[in-house]
């Protein structure tokens, strides 16, 4: 009886990290997300901005773990990227760890304007 809930619950898990776009095995896509989690985290214990920049703990960990779905699904892209200069290409959790570090640093990024303030930048105009 408890063979046949797991199971329920493991073919449910599975279609869910289908229907998000993952062909992983379901607790790939998961341990995934942990590390996408300890990555964000990890960021905000080492970086130490401002008391006006800092973000909650829940904003934290939405922003890792949306970089790390992001980064995830791009992991094809990026294993193919990655295959023509190493002979070994990273696993799917490390790539989401990396996405969840470097949540931060692009959440900052994106509210101070992104590509708009870095081309301001560059042609020396000011928008409003």
Excluded: C
Excluded at 2 to 19: E, N, P, R, V
Excluded at 88 to 99: D, H, R
């Amino acid at each position: 009886m408890i063979d046949a809930k797991f199971q329920g619950a493991s073919t449910a898990l599975a279609a869910i990290t289908a229907a998000a776009g993952f062909a992983a095995p379901w607790p790939v896509v998961g341990l995934g997300f942990w590390f996408a989690l300890a990555g964000g985290f990890g960021a905000m214990a080492v970086n130490t901005p401002k008391a006006e920049d800092r973000l909650g703990i829940w904003a934290t960990a939405l922003v890792a773990l949306v970089m790390g779905a992001i980064f995830g699904l791009a992991y094809p892209l990026i294993v193919e990227i990655t295959a023509k200069f190493f002979t070994a290409v990273p696993t799917l959790p490390l790539v989401m760890a990396i996405g969840g570090t470097g949540s931060r640093p692009l959440l900052r990024w994106f509210a101070h304007g992104g590509w708009t303030a870095l081309l301001d930048r560059f042609t020396g105009k000011a928008r409003s």
